[in-house]
């Protein structure tokens, strides 16, 4: 088996000489010779950059930190909404190469001698919510083109997920049903049989649940997501929420709810994985406040997840797989933001920002200060806040790795991309590897998100634990070789721990001190683990034997990647305490003109949701701008 650990700062930085020059002479250079108005650009060394110049007061320019989702689609909205009398040009900085635009969100492909190529995920592999996909293109294309037109097909797996209980036991969720109502295919009577087998009643209940589930939805996505009040959902939510004694009330821990409704710990544990997404925990912790609920438990209202994956009929739900790849995502992003005008400059580092432009350090060291009216930073909140938005007086292009660990993020993840010489066609495109042969197992297999991102069961992986695995083949061929697959695992561990005195060391020196947080030894341990588990499922017994290529990531090199907080791949988590209006506000604070996109931020993490928040801050900037721009002409008649 051949092993790479992708991409240490060393190794990276070595590689992408020759392309670093050459692209900042070409972006760097010539956009700023050719397109950009002569004063928008200035070799300082420190001061603060001044405000656009008088003569260019009537355009406008933002600058986006960041070429994640977030900053991609806000870059894109922004500039699609220019006119003549309100001109608005944007500039997104990128501090990765070209092939890494769409941040975590993306593919990467890997030719293994003698096989071929194969295609893993850098990150996501679910597609949510695809009408929020839908509605950027149309919205910046003035409905002329669709996600489409650029590239972006999306294909719903039918069943959405197949759970794997650590028994051995397997079973099939998520089948989607016309409105109307369709007889259940062969493979949903033998899951819903299954669970008629956990429990008495038990797809009964399921459906109860899912109904519940619906109606928070219909009502949670509009009004506390994308802050648009809809008060034709408020009765299904409130009949749901209230009815059988307040059996499913949003606002408890999930379990509690779970506990009133099925009896079976693999119906809860079905009932409840998505958990997982939002950083959080199922089961109520009595060592916290109301039972968790303002920390790493999650309120019974994230059964939303639950039915955004699975409800059969509600126009919101279904599990998507992008054609070719995440990777369709974030190109057809890029094509958007240039087809509106944005100027993207990547292996550009933002060291810091300030209400008036931003402080660049190219790859090839030069340095160089951007003036803006308005700055989106897209970079993950809680480095940001430590880092580029920190307003101190040392050296302005200092390159720093550090975070705010006030915060309570959601788990770390160790993702091992596997090529494999054999086709495992038992696993689906998505599948969760569950613990739940009794309470006390199922509660323990969520431990890693108690205790801070601390857990003692990782440091021999005998506990339960669970686990999810991409197979993108079964929906997609082309991700690998003929008689080949491509396999990806993502195991939630512990996060990285903060060390205040790395806060001062240069950036490549913190982040190698940081990976050594998940050492050879540690990585071993969770792949071992990971491996003996899914040897429980028939016909994967030899799959280690079949590995022909592993890449890793782990919170290590997720830091080092898209200076994420914490090393997390998740973002804040959302508990209560940071959750709508207590989570971290797009407006930062002690700034005028600067605002922040991303997962971090509101409304959350996961790219719907990431795309959402990307409307509502070109909406806001916009107003923003105009503000400004009335201000400028007031001041200029008064001239
Ligand atoms: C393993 C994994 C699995 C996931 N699974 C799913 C899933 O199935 N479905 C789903 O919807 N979501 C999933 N997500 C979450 C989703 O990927 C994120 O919510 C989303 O991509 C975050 O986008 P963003 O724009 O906020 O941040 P990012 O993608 O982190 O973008 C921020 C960008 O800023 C850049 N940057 C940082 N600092 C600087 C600087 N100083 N100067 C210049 N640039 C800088 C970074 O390089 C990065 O490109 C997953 C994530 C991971 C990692």
Known sequence: MRRRLRGTPMERRTSSVLSDTIFCLVAAGISTLLTLPPNACC????????????????????????GGVGGLAVAARLASSFTAEEPIRVTLLEKNPPDRLGGRCGSQ????????????????????????????????????????????????????????FDDGDTIELGFPRSAAGVNASATEAASRAKMDSYEAGGSKKWDEYLAACSAFLD???PNFIE?????????????????????????????????????????????????????????????????????????????????????????????????????AVSK?????????????????????????????????????????????VNADLPYATETITKQDTGDAYNVAYDWDDSYDFASGVVAFHWSTSKRYDNLNTHNVFLSARNRSEAEQSWDVLREEGRSSNYDGMEAPFNFYVHRPVKTDPS????????????????????KAEHASLAREEAVLRYQEQFDNDRIDIIRKATLKRMAVMPGLEDLESHIVDEILDHPGTWADDYNVAAGTPFALSHGFNQLSLTRPTIKAKGFKNVWYIGASTKPGNGVPLVLLGAKQVASQVTKSLKNQHDFVAEDERQE
């Not at 299904?236 to 409704?261: G, Q």
């Not at 944005?342 to 030069?366: A, F, K, P, Q, W």
């Not at 070789?481 to 721990?497: F, G, H, K, R, Y």
């Open 43 to 66: 070799l300082q060394t420190g001061a603060d950059p001044p405000r656009s110049g008088s003569s260019f007061r009537s355009q406008r320019h933002v600058v986006v930190v960041g």
């Open 227 to 327: 802050e648009r009040l809809d008060l034709p959902s408020f009765p299904a939510f409130l009949y749901e929420s209230l009815r059988n004694n307040a059996r499913a009330w949003p606002l408890k821990p999930h379990s509690d709810v779970l506990d009133a409704m099925f009896d079976n710990p693999k119906m809860k544990a079905l009932a409840s994985f998505q958990d997982l997404y939002v950083g959080l925990e199922p089961y109520r912790n009595d060592r916290e406040w109301f039972g968790g609920i303002f920390k790493k438990s999650a309120p019974a209202v994230f059964g939303l997840l639950a039915a955004i994956e699975l409800h059969p009929n509600n126009d919101k739900a279904g599990v998507f797989a992008p054609r070719g790849g995440f990777a």
């Open 219 to 221: 009502c949670g996505l």
């Open 109 to 164: 492909s890997i030719h293994v001698e003698s096989h071929g190529t194969f295609r893993h995920e850098r990150g996501p592999s679910l597609l949510l919510l695809k009408s929020v996909y839908q509605d950027l293109f149309a919205d910046c294309t003035g409905g002329e083109s669709s996600a489409a037109d650029y590239g972006l097909t999306m294909d719903q797996c039918i069943p959405a997920y197949q759970c794997v």
């Open 479 to 498: 991700a690998a070789p003929a008689n080949c697959d491509s396999i990806m695992v993502l195991v939630p561990t512990e996060t990285l721990q903060r």
């Open 332 to 376: 057809a992003l890029e094509r958007l933001a240039r087809d509106a005008g944005v100027d993207i400059r990547c292996d550009t580092t933002v060291t810091r920002v300030t209400d008036t432009g931003v402080h660049v350090l190219s790859s090839n060291g030069d340095k160089e200060v951007l003036p803006a009216d308005t700055v989106i």
